[in-house]
């Protein structure tokens, strides 16, 4: 039986969504059926269709006391909203039940795993977050805690790790139909590890070894981990807090880092090699991957920014949408994101043209919209005519714009939303070096309504960015100091 918390919360969210109309929303992403939206929780294949939970607060626009909010989808595009999973009921959870993973035991139950918050006073009079680890299992529908919660405590934990931050569990099966879980953690310092553990049920875990020690190198606490084996690399995914730029590669506050390295499985050792941002915008954060019955690598991400994250929509009853899953692979030692190919079932009808000649600002006969595919092929003119810059503008009407920029000396793709509508002084430009020779480069820019997604070179580089520049502002334009040369391909996306 559901507590009065969790009804409350059913009750609110069916009544409240009956105010947002359709077109309020984003075609194909997930946004928060109402109320706040955070990091992709329980991101799974399950009876068939795909599962995404989320960090939800039904009741406001602004973050508060987390939900497991929960969506359902069969193509990863278009989503039917559950009951909310979980609400913050149970004294081992009753500060909010924090971010975590799912998976499917033998018994055909959904386990959630999922990080339990309470406040603790402490000697000073300060209250403090303590963190641990608990399981719920379910139908896909309706969801019970385990009674025995929580299943791993600072018992668990190794010497000199805070009690404080210690969070988000990323679990999975392995071959011999044990468990382990990746959790992020951090020194009593404030420097941050990734925590092993494992398990023969799901639910009985022992701890294991720091599988990856920051050593001061990217940032502070290490949120949101997720651990998985790639085209023959492990890969380890987690959204460092407190960044410090690095070249063009990784910036200010809280970001997203990708490592790369040799995997031992029997023994559980993760030796890493190279690393990289996930995602180089404005808005991107908490990635959680999962492996679809086809053996694909996907993965979604929140796609918003802790620092901007309460700039949106005035008089929305929602806040926060998820990024376009994306297909992963690993190409020459770094990780390559594209579209889930699904979204080719939206496409519409085509607008094409070719060896377009660009110099001052020019728009093309059907290029225009807010619910876009668009792939642009740009070099420079012939016989050695070169451009110093590129400039596509969308979300654009006399006044308002977003834009993308490259800057082929540089070999520097740029995204802008500083003339999109906002009023605040949060950062609103990233940067981000690419692979180019002779002023060549692809740029694959999906639009849904309030979003950008830029895919560079066919998913070398991906740039993400929200922005509120009012629907009725649609066209597409271009523009190149120098000369340039484009083809490009056009499709408005489609309601199925």
């Not at 730029?245 to 880092?257: A, H, K, S």
């Not at 023994?267 to 808005?283: E, N, P, R, S, V």
């Not at 728009?363 to 092929?377: A, F, H, T, Y």
């Given at each position: 039986?559901?507590s009065?918390i969790l009804?409350?919360a059913?009750d609110?969210?069916a009544?409240t969504e009956?105010?947002i109309?359709?077109?309020?929303?984003p075609?194909f992403?997930?946004?928060?059926?109402?109320g706040?939206?955070?990091?992709?929780n329980?991101?799974?294949f399950?009876k068939?269709?795909?599962?995404?939970?989320?960090?939800y607060y039904?009741?406001d626009?602004h973050?508060?006391?987390?939900?497991w909010?929960h969506a359902?989808s069969r193509?990863?595009?278009?989503w039917?909203?559950?009951k909310c999973?979980m609400?913050?009921?149970m004294?081992?959870d009753?500060g909010g039940c924090?971010?975590?993973?799912a998976?499917?035991l033998?018994d055909?139950?959904?386990?959630l795993l999922y990080t339990?918050?309470?406040k603790?006073?402490q000697?000073?009079?300060?209250?403090?977050?303590?963190?641990t680890?608990?399981?719920?299992v379910?139908?896909?529908i309706e969801?019970?805690?385990?009674?025995?919660?929580?299943?791993i405590?600072?018992k668990n934990?190794?010497?000199?790790?805070s009690?404080?931050?210690?969070?988000?569990?990323?679990?999975?099966r392995?071959?011999?139909?044990?468990y382990?879980?990746?959790a992020?953690g951090?020194?009593?310092e404030?420097?941050?590890?990734?925590?092993?553990?494992?398990s023969?049920d799901?639910?009985q875990?022992q701890?294991e070894?720091i599988l990856?020690a920051n050593n001061?190198?990217f940032?502070r606490?290490w949120e949101c981990?997720?651990?998985?084996?790639?085209d023959?690399?492990?890969?380890l995914?987690a959204s460092p807090?407190d960044?410090?730029?690095e070249?063009?590669e990784?910036?200010?506050?809280?970001?997203t880092?990708?490592?790369?390295?040799?995997?031992e499985?029997e023994?559980?050792?993760?030796?890493q090699?190279y690393?990289?941002?996930i995602?180089h915008g404005?808005d991107f954060?908490?990635?959680q991957t999962?492996?679809a019955?086809?053996?694909?690598r996907?993965?979604?991400g929140w796609m918003?920014?802790?620092d901007?994250?309460?700039q949106?929509?005035?008089?929305?009853?929602?806040?926060?949408?998820?990024?376009l899953?994306?297909?992963?692979s690993i190409?020459?030692?770094?990780l390559?994101?594209?579209p889930?190919r699904?979204?080719?079932n939206?496409?519409g009808a085509?607008?094409?043209y070719?060896n377009?000649v660009?110099?001052?600002g020019?728009r093309?006969?059907?290029?225009r919209?807010?619910?876009v595919?668009m792939e642009?092929?740009?070099?420079p003119?012939?016989?050695?005519?070169?451009?110093?810059?590129?400039t596509?503008y969308?979300?654009?009407?006399?006044v308002y714009h977003?834009?993308?920029r490259f800057y082929p000396?540089d070999?520097?793709?740029?995204?802008d939303?500083?003339f999109?509508?906002?009023?605040?002084?949060?950062?609103?430009q990233?940067?981000?070096?690419?692979q180019s020779?002779?002023?060549?480069?692809k740029?694959?820019i999906i639009?849904?309504?309030f979003?950008?997604e830029?895919?560079i070179?066919?998913?070398?580089k991906?740039?993400s960015a929200m922005?509120y520049?009012d629907?009725s502002?649609d066209?597409?334009?271009?523009?190149?100091?120098?000369?340039?040369?484009?083809?490009i391909v056009?499709?408005?996306?489609c309601?199925?």
């Amino acid at each position: 039986m559901a507590s009065r918390i969790l009804q409350d919360a059913w009750d609110y969210e069916a009544e409240t969504e009956k105010k947002i109309r359709k077109e309020e929303r984003p075609g194909f992403h997930l946004s928060s059926r109402v109320g706040w939206m955070n990091d992709p929780n329980g991101f799974s294949f399950y009876k068939g269709e795909y599962h995404l939970f989320y960090q939800y607060y039904p009741y406001d626009v602004h973050w508060g006391p987390m939900h497991w909010g929960h969506a359902v989808s069969r193509d990863l595009l278009h989503w039917r909203y559950e009951k909310c999973a979980m609400a913050p009921d149970m004294e081992f959870d009753k500060g909010g039940c924090f971010s975590g993973s799912a998976v499917t035991l033998p018994d055909g139950r959904h386990l959630l795993l999922y990080t339990g918050v309470i406040k603790e006073t402490q000697p000073d009079g300060s209250v403090r977050d303590i963190q641990t680890q608990c399981a719920a299992v379910g139908d896909g529908i309706e969801y019970a805690k385990y009674p025995e919660n929580p299943v791993i405590t600072e018992k668990n934990l190794p010497a000199g790790s805070s009690r404080y931050d210690f969070r988000d569990p990323k679990i999975w099966r392995k071959a011999d139909g044990s468990y382990r879980l990746v959790a992020g953690g951090c020194t009593v310092e404030g420097d941050g590890q990734i925590l092993l553990y494992s398990s023969p049920d799901g639910v009985q875990w022992q701890y294991e070894k720091i599988l990856m020690a920051n050593n001061g190198r990217f940032g502070r606490m290490w949120e949101c981990p997720d651990f998985f084996v790639l085209d023959g690399y492990g890969v380890l995914l987690a959204s460092p807090t407190d960044m410090l730029p690095e070249d063009l590669e990784y910036y200010n506050g809280n970001g997203t880092l990708c490592l790369i390295g040799a995997y031992e499985e029997e023994t559980d050792t993760f030796k890493q090699q190279y690393d990289q941002a996930i995602d180089h915008g404005l808005d991107f954060y908490a990635p959680q991957t999962m492996e679809a019955p086809d053996g694909r690598r996907i993965m979604v991400g929140w796609m918003q920014n802790w620092d901007t994250c309460n700039q949106h929509v005035s008089g929305l009853p929602w806040c926060g949408q998820m990024s376009l899953p994306r297909e992963l692979s690993i190409v020459n030692k770094r990780l390559i994101q594209r579209p889930v190919r699904e979204l080719e079932n939206l496409h519409g009808a085509q607008v094409k043209y070719e060896n377009v000649v660009l110099s001052d600002g020019i728009r093309l006969e059907g290029i225009r919209g807010r619910k876009v595919d668009m792939e642009i092929s740009l070099r420079p003119g012939k016989e050695g005519n070169g451009y110093r810059k590129f400039t596509l503008y969308f979300a654009q009407d006399a006044v308002y714009h977003t834009a993308v920029r490259f800057y082929p000396e540089d070999s520097v793709v740029e995204l802008d939303r500083a003339f999109a509508g906002s009023r605040r002084a949060v950062v609103h430009q990233c940067r981000t070096r690419v692979q180019s020779s002779g002023g060549k480069v692809k740029l694959r820019i999906i639009l849904d309504s309030f979003s950008a997604e830029v895919f560079i070179n066919d998913g070398e580089k991906v740039m993400s960015a929200m922005f509120y520049t009012d629907l009725s502002a649609d066209d597409i334009s271009f523009a190149a100091d120098g000369q340039a040369v484009m083809d490009i391909v056009k499709y408005d996306l489609c309601e199925m």
